[in-house]
């Protein structure tokens, strides 16, 4: 039986009375009755009362309330420029003034006019001895509406996350008939659990309109919960649905992989030998293996992976590596031909444009197959695979994953991941696998000296580079598109190659990027390997598993537009051997937190700190990436600031899990509910 708020608005009695006053919902994906109550605020005003105006720039964002006496528009520089004055108090001596501005909107001017009451929302800032407030978000006080005003005004007020056509009055008046209208329904409490004390009445009622703050956290953290323990009840789930899989033993003695090591240069870390120890237990079990490897950018995961490719080898099965690119692929393939050949290994590479087996004639079957994910697909046609390694895991997703565990019986599997998590993402999204930390770096690794420059640098940091390459060194320079785009305010590479080649003449440059040919690719990367090309201009392409020890530079144009994650992992491409590095970070941007975020690059090089500050900065969507990690979405909870909330949400999960698997019990119907969706949207292990 369909739960009432799980149906269709246009299908609901009280929908159909407030429908022609109401906000166009659907544009906002809003299509049930439950859809609209978890639209929730993005934050809540206090109505109630309003501070005076500030005579001054304020650091945090005010409310405030006042009467617009003057709409003006003006053009500087082609641009529209709306102000309108606001003053507080009315029109007596003692009113004080401010500016509101709005950039390229000209419909401003056409809906503000003298006179009315406007209720605003932005930071003051001061300039010559005026307070402005920049694009403030603002609401129009309707004087003739009192009874309806009593949703906007004199109360903790909801502001929604809003689209094109969808008015801020509208919805929350729809969203206050939408609450009301719960007190016919029959209601439990938010999830059958002694943790939940709110029926889903209060809970909905308090998170859009509070009496006080209290209530308001009351309800958020009962709700917030609730998203949490879907989430970790799917992980709990998975992890049931691997450890139940039939695995095979696909380990030998390890003397294979110790006359691997023999040959190294060398000495393997105290983490990478922990990990590969981690793994070779894992393979001589008969469950089967689902293990993370995490390590920062140049803490060695390959040689761990190489090694359990051997214990795998050695007990006669077939391993396979599959990475997100061609360009890594082949490099892959290039570096175990050299390092497996004194052990007779053969190794063949697989590829979406390279159909064949391998570069060379392979007589038999390959020891190790390295593809792109293009092998997911290709599976079947390879004999007795015993081991599936996935590099950059994050870029394949939980569908991929999912897909390697349909086969009978299932191989081992081993993922890996330069993109360090906290712990409290780390069992969120990873939750259903076991995890290996790589904590440490080779000793043979320099740190990379970083700096962050105004754009307007860039003769100098060309003069910086020729004496790099005057001293036999070679430098990539990362632009963040391809070409230029009237949509994306960014430097484009294919048009910043001549203006380089001229900088660093008489050096050769290259030009690389995503649209390449794969032979053109090719090309251009076997020179730049073997010192042809010394400057590399590219973009971010070769994010990923590009070794060029010889390359000690970095120049990456318009930095502020890279997430700390991916800056880190393109300064990781250099620091790869014996000389000193350098990562010069361009900027053009003025905005602060582009300025926080640089900043964090030129005083850390440890991926664990830059990740915390990444989620400090710019919060775990990104990070988490819950599209390709299958997970119901976090609408109220975060998995930065609710560790607490995680934790019990994992503690209840399990709970339910031991004691229902199926969740057959009619009082789980919901949370049964939210995981068979996010099975329909890509867990692949949802049920």
Known sequence: MTDVLDQPLTDLAWYTLVKSKSAPVERLGIRTWRDLL??????LEDRTRFPRFPNGATP??????????????????????????????????????????????????????????????????????????????????????????????????????????????????????????????????????????????????????????????????????????????????RRRFTMALEGKVHAASGDLVERFLHLLPYEPTKAQRRAIDDVYRDLASERMMNRLLQGDVGAGKTLVAIASMLHAVEAGFQAVLMVPTQVLAEQHYRNLLTWLAPLKLKVALRTGNKQELSFLELEGRADIVIGTHALL????ELENVGLVVIDEQHKFGVLQRAKLLQRTPVPDLLVMTATPIPRTLAMTVYGDLDVSVLDEKPSNRRPIITRVRSSEKIPE?????????????????????????????????????????????????????????????????????????????????????????????????????????????????????????????????????????????????????????????????????????????????????????????????????TKDPDLRSPRLARLRRVIEETGKTGTGLAN
């Not at 990027?513 to 400057?535: K, T």
Request: with cysteine; glycine share 8%.
């Open 60 to 237: 945090q964002p005010v409310c405030l309330r006042g009467v617009v006496k003057k709409v003006s528009g003006r053009f500087v520089r082609g641009r529209k420029i709306v102000e309108v004055i606001l003053e507080e108090g009315g029109s007596t001596a003692l009113s004080c003034r401010l500016t509101c501005r709005w950039f390229n909107q000209p419909y401003i001017q056409k809906v503000l006019a003298d006179g009315l009451e406007l209720i605003v929302y932005g930071r003051p800032k001061e300039f010559k001895n005026r307070i402005y407030i920049d694009h403030p978000e603002f609401e129009v006080i309707d004087a003739g509406a009192d009874d309806e005003n009593r949703i906007h005004l004199d109360r903790i007020t909801p502001i929604y996350p809003l689209t094109e056509g969808v008015k801020q009055r509208a919805l929350r008046a729809l969203m206050f008939a939408a609450v009301n209208a719960l007190a016919d329904t029959s209601s439990g409490t938010v999830l059958p659990h002694p943790a939940f004390r709110l029926d889903q009445r209060s809970a909905y009622r308090q998170i859009h309109f509070p009496g006080d703050e209290a209530q308001w956290t009351a309800a958020r953290e009962e709700l917030a919960l609730a998203e949490l323990v879907s989430m970790q009840t799917v992980v709990a789930r």
């Open 38 to 43: 978890e639209h929730y605020p993005r934050r």
């Open 377 to 380: 697909f290709a599976l079947d």
């Open 461 to 657: 940091a060309a003069l910086f580079i020729q004496e790099r390459l005057a001293a036999g060194r070679q430098a990539y320079i990362v632009y963040p598109v391809i070409d230029e785009s009237e949509n994306i305010s960014a430097k484009a590479a294919t048009v910043e190659f001549a203006r380089w080649e001229k900088l660093v003449a008489p050096a050769r440059c290259g030009l690389l990027h995503g649209r390449l040919a794969p032979d053109d690719r090719e090309r251009v990367m076997n020179g730049f390997r073997n010192g042809n090309i010394q400057v590399l201009i590219c973009t971010s392409v070769v994010e990923v598993g590009v070794d060029v020890p010889n390359a000690t530079v970095m120049v990456i144009e318009n930095s502020e537009r890279f997430g700390l994650a991916q800056l880190h992992q393109l300064r990781g491409r250099i620091g790869r051997g014996k000389h000193q590095s350098y990562c010069i970070l361009l900027s053009e941007s003025s905005d602060p937190e582009a300025a926080e975020k640089l900043q964090v690059l030129e005083q850390s090089d440890n991926g664990f700190e830059i990740a915390e500050a990444d989620l400090r900065i710019r919060g775990p969507g990104d990070l988490l990436g819950t599209a390709q990690s299958g997970l119901p979405p976090l609408r109220l909870a975060n998995l930065v600031t609710d560790r607490r909330l995680v934790d019990q949400a994992k503690g209840i999960a399990e709970e339910i899990t």
